[in-house]
């Protein structure tokens, strides 16, 4: 049984940093790819960054250069730095992982991220 879970989200003033941590049940060779998505209130989740097994990132637009996603695979953990916050980053950020084998995705409870203006 897979299980993700999130932690590190708070409030915090716009220009600040917070740091999201995933912490994964078992290895996360396992997976495919890790990443973190987002939910606004009255919006669509939405993809932030993703980790591939070999290392390989990818940002949304919106994040590029402010955001940081990193892995631990000795502690199954995967991380996101997130500098430079603004306001329309408020979110709940989800946890995801994507299966090696059998695509099945896989998702956390989610933390809230509040900015404040």
């Known amino acids: 049984q897979v299980r993700l879970v999130e932690s590190g989200g708070g409030l915090v003033q716009a220009g600040g940093s917070l740091r999201l941590t995933c912490a994964a049940s078992g290895s996360i060779f396992r997976f495919d790819s890790m990443g973190w998505y987002r939910q606004a209130p009255g919006k669509q989740r939405e993809l932030v960054a993703t980790i591939t097994s070999g290392g390989t990132t990818n940002y949304v637009d919106a994040v590029k250069g402010r955001f940081t996603i990193s892995r631990d695979n000795a502690n199954n953990t995967v991380y996101l730095q997130m500098n430079s916050l603004k306001p329309e980053d408020t979110a709940v950020y989800y946890c995801?992982?994507?299966?090696?084998?059998?695509?099945?995705?896989?998702w956390g409870q989610g933390t809230q991220v509040t900015v404040s203006s």
């Open positions: 995801n992982a994507v299966g090696r084998v059998i695509k099945i995705m896989y």
